[in-house]
């Protein structure tokens, strides 16, 4: 089985040696990182898959908290895949609402936005030199 080093999952997590650090410090690896002889860390295939997943979820912006309570729900093991099914779920429609309130803080924006060039282009025009008649 191939392994890699800290700086070589990183890179294909897509995502820094410190928060590759920082997902073992906080519980969310599937098992402990093997260690070389050397002392280094050893990431298996499967545990930059895991990585790569993170990064996905993280960057939908799924909590921390969140996260840990999925890592848990898998390295439990099968027979709670309802429960992490669920879990996926409520934070998808958790990205909906808030894409939602996006969408509609964007529309705000985009009055207000509208409304500022309708009175430039007044502005404009009235300042405008007017032909002596």
Known sequence: MKSF????????AGMSIDSVRYYERTGLMLAPVERAESGHRRYSE???GWLVFLTKVRKTGMPIRTMREYAELVRAGHGNEDERLALLER???EVLAQMEE?????DEIDRKIDSYRLRMAFVENS???????
């Open 5 to 12: 080093s800290i700086a070589d999952a990183a890179a294909q």
């Open 46 to 48: 499967r545990d930059v």
């Open 91 to 93: 934070h998808r429609d």
């Open 102 to 106: 996006t969408r509609r803080n964007l």
């Open 127 to 133: 300042l405008a030199h007017q032909p002596a008649t």
